[in-house]
């Protein structure tokens, strides 16, 4: 009936194709965390303009479908001339759509450190950027970090979408073994086992540093 | 930058869009309703069931909300059939979106239930409620308003999923789009209609979503 039987070889084909989830979750997450940080401050900063045009991004990017927006950049790329490649734009695409989401992270933990802080730091003498750099953003920091852990198994997981413009990485070669053995439940049993085991430590790190950051302080939810 | 913008023969089939829509929405309010139900009886097994019942809760919450929705997808799409179930690919959409949705939905009204103090439990007992009324007036109805929130925006962040759907070629707004791609050649321009279409129902949504908290919970807390 089929091609060939998923044995060892082929879990150890899906395991090696793990590597390109991986890669494209770190481009993303550091990618986006740096244009993060950057929408966070356009957010909280004192330039109403660059407030709205970082909001509308923001909403933008968080109500249209991610797949949309691959596809918009993949074959957008013709729009400038290119030729539409996967890898390039899977890139670009996980990295504008995470920074959407750690801005509102990281400007919720901003806007989550009290009021109090600002006056204090502005009755001492301390100009806007001190203020900010000494004493905001430690603490935003601190608050942003649970949220952030979480978002990553987000990421993880939505990397998945990839493959739907032909990038192969796990779930691309998933389809593609089962289509030459046909055994779904254990090729589709494996690749959910390896996302399962990228994502679900991500996940208690993320619940153990909510808790460790609750206890002993007011709780406040970032975003 | 020799790129000619072609919006006319793309926004002249706007029945197919129309459709897209209608089917998105269908595929939306199908698995909320499935995946809110099993988010219901799910939080409340999870909360007051027996401890095999809640591991076994907690397990699928895990596997569920650890693994992504496109391998859920194709793990429901492929693997029945060899059960002797005949799904179309509505149905396998419809199926998957649902266990998908039911697992946040468990986790999210369990914080709900978790938020209402037990003492109020206890005193609905000894005004002689029954099971029944404790369970939806005590219980349930004070959890949903108190993540009415979050629970909403996760029927927003299905709505957004229900695109991936097309990976099984289910008929819905971003297949038809698929489609029309291959027949036009205008992707570009296609994806940028399909992506207001989509913000433009994400903001309705919001939008009915917080009218009816108006209308849902009057009363006072």
Known sequence: ?223 | MNYVFQFGPILARWPEFLYGVWRTMELTAASVAVGFVIGVLGALGRSFGPLWLRALIGAYVEIIRNTPLLVQLYFVFFSLPLLGLRLSSDQAAILALSIHLGAYATEILRAGIQSIPGGQIEAAKSLGLSRRQIIRHVIMVPAVRAVYPALTSQFILQLLGTSIVSAIAAEELTAIANNMAMQTFRNFEIYIVIAVIYFVLVRVCDLVFRLASRFLFRWKT
């Not at chain 1, 090696?16 to 990618?31: E, H, M, P, Y």
């Open chain 1, 1 to 223: 009936m089929s091609l060939r039987e998923f044995g060892p070889s082929e879990i150890y084909f899906l395991l090696l194709s793990a590597r390109w989830t991986l890669l494209l979750s770190v481009v993303a997450f550091a990618g986006g965390g740096a244009l993060g940080l950057l929408i966070a401050a356009l957010r909280v900063g004192p330039w109403p303009w660059l407030r709205h045009l970082a909001a509308g991004y923001v909403s933008f990017m968080q109500s249209t479908p991610i797949l949309i927006q691959l596809f918009m950049v993949y074959y957008g790329s013709s729009f400038i001339g290119l030729r539409p490649d996967p890898w390039p734009a899977a890139a670009i695409t996980f990295c504008l759509n995470s920074a959407a989401f750690f801005g509102e992270i990281f400007r919720g933990s901003i806007e989550a450190v009290s009021k109090g802080q600002w006056e204090a730091s502005t009755s001492l003498g301390l100009r806007y950027l001190a203020t900010l750099r000494l004493v905001i953003l430690p603490q935003a920091a601190l608050l942003s970090l649970p949220p952030t852990v979480g978002f990553m198994v987000q990421i993880v997981k939505t990397t998945s979408v990839a493959s739907l413009i032909g990038l192969v990485e796990l779930s691309r070669t998933g389809t593609m073994i089962n289509t030459v053995t046909f055994q779904p439940v254990l090729v589709f049993g494996t690749v959910a086992a390896i996302y399962f085991a990228l994502c679900w430590p991500l996940s208690l790190l993320g619940q153990y540093l909510e808790r460790r950051l609750i206890t002993g302080r007011e709780r406040r939810v970032a975003l």
